[in-house]
């Protein structure tokens, strides 16, 4: 899972189910754009420039009035296009990068990258950062420097109503469970096939399927309890999917941001620390009067925000 979260598992956010709500999600998302580093009204909230921040720029940040910023469209629901065919652009990471443009006082500029492209564009000095639902690990820290906003694991997605009162892992014991095939959920409920036995619950009936999409369409019709993917997309796909009404999202309080999650961070080019430090602390604002939380909540996805702006946090 070292390419975003499980990148296979994007199949889930298809047509039917990504594509028809991305209209109406973009209205409660960024609603006025930091062009220029303008302020901004953001997930609902109003956020202007920070002065102090803004001087702490590096020069060259101040001159252009831009932070560059690569991401690899679509990826929901971190970035998305707002219509299918155009440029406009929604979604967790694009939302957030406004939000911190408007409290640095200066544009973050996104534009589309390959995602296996994104790390040596930095290097090479074609972009500043990167916002891109990169996980933050110790090969790419040697490169790049990350600022932490979300933690990301395995999510379980259940039937509106969650008939089966799935509130954990231990509750799929002995039931069926949907997972895509090859995806690190699937190892993630092999894994856990020991504590079932050791509860005396009897294993979990792993049904796999080649899409995600397989596996909602065997939760929709009952013939398995749960769904197990990655927590940003199961909170994406039961917000969206039917309007909301088809899909519940299982909140673990024990793992917020999913089963065995790692952090996700804004990579910043290593030949630009002042900018590294300057976004940390927006950030750190951001989460202290709710915006980064108001911004994940927009996506399905509060539980994944973090509480604290941390600095190449994983040590993995």
């Given at each position: 899972?070292?390419?975003?979260?499980?990148?296979?598992?994007?199949?889930?956010?298809?047509?039917?189910?990504?594509?028809?709500?991305?209209?109406?999600?973009?209205?409660?998302?960024?609603?006025?754009?930091?062009?220029?580093?303008?302020?901004?009204?953001?997930?609902?909230?109003?956020?202007?420039?920070?002065?102090?921040?803004?001087?702490?720029?590096?020069?060259?940040?101040?001159?252009?009035?831009?932070?560059?910023?690569?991401?690899?469209?679509?990826?929901?629901?971190?970035?998305?296009?707002?219509?299918?065919?155009?440029?406009?652009?929604?979604?967790?990471?694009?939302?957030?990068?406004?939000?911190?443009?408007?409290?640095?006082?200066?544009?973050?500029?996104?534009?589309?990258?390959?995602?296996?492209?994104?790390?040596?564009?930095?290097?090479?000095?074609?972009?500043?950062?990167?916002?891109?639902?990169?996980?933050?690990?110790?090969?790419?820290q040697k490169v790049v420097d990350f600022v932490d906003?979300?933690?990301?694991?395995?999510?379980?997605?259940?039937?509106?109503?969650?008939?089966?009162?799935?509130?954990?892992?231990?509750?799929?014991?002995?039931?069926?469970?949907?997972?895509?095939?090859?995806?690190?959920?699937?190892?993630?409920?092999?894994?856990?096939?020991?504590?079932?036995?050791?509860?005396?619950?009897?294993?979990?009936?792993?049904?796999?399927?080649?899409?995600?999409?397989?596996?909602?369409?065997?939760?929709?019709?009952?013939?398995?309890?749960?769904?197990?993917?990655?927590?940003?997309?199961?909170?994406w796909t039961a917000k969206t999917a039917d309007d909301?009404?088809?899909?519940?999202?299982?909140?673990?309080?024990?793992?917020?941001?999913?089963?065995?999650?790692?952090?996700?961070?804004?990579?910043?080019?290593?030949?630009?620390?002042?900018?590294?430090?300057?976004?940390?602390?927006?950030?750190?604002?951001?989460?202290?009067?709710?915006?980064?939380?108001?911004?994940?909540?927009?996506?399905?996805?509060?539980?994944?925000?973090?509480?604290?702006?941390?600095?190449?946090?994983?040590?993995?």
């Open positions: 899972m070292n390419v975003h979260f499980a990148r296979p598992l994007a199949a889930v956010l298809g047509a039917a189910t990504a594509l028809a709500v991305l209209t109406a999600c973009s209205d409660s998302s960024a609603d006025s754009a930091a062009a220029g580093g303008a302020d901004a009204t953001v997930a609902g909230t109003a956020i202007s420039k920070d002065q102090a921040l803004y001087d702490a720029l590096p020069a060259a940040i101040k001159k252009s009035g831009t932070v560059r910023v690569a991401t690899d469209v679509p990826y929901a629901p971190f970035e998305m296009f707002v219509k299918e065919g155009e440029s406009a652009l929604t979604g967790v990471d694009y939302d957030l990068g406004q939000a911190l443009g408007a409290k640095l006082g200066v544009k973050f500029a996104f534009t589309p990258q390959k995602f296996d492209g994104i790390v040596p564009a930095i290097q090479a000095g074609k972009f500043d950062v990167a916002m891109s639902a990169i996980t933050d690990n110790m090969e790419r906003y979300s933690q990301s694991g395995s999510g379980i997605m259940v039937a509106e109503g969650n008939p089966a009162k799935i509130a954990t892992l231990d509750d799929l014991c002995g039931k069926p469970v949907g997972v895509q095939a090859a995806t690190n959920q699937l190892d993630l409920l092999k894994a856990h096939q020991s504590r079932c036995k050791a509860t005396g619950k009897g294993e979990i009936a792993i049904q796999t399927f080649p899409k995600d999409s397989d596996a909602q369409l065997a939760l929709r019709a009952g013939k398995v309890v749960a769904d197990v993917l990655t927590k940003p997309a199961a909170g909301g009404k088809a899909f519940d999202l299982v909140d673990d309080p024990a793992a917020l941001g999913g089963y065995n999650a790692s952090p996700n961070g804004i990579a910043v080019s290593k030949k630009l620390p002042e900018l590294t430090d300057a976004i940390q602390k927006a950030l750190q604002q951001l989460i202290d009067d709710g915006t980064l939380n108001k911004i994940c909540d927009t996506y399905g996805v509060a539980s994944i925000a973090v509480k604290e702006a941390t600095r190449n946090a994983s040590v993995n």
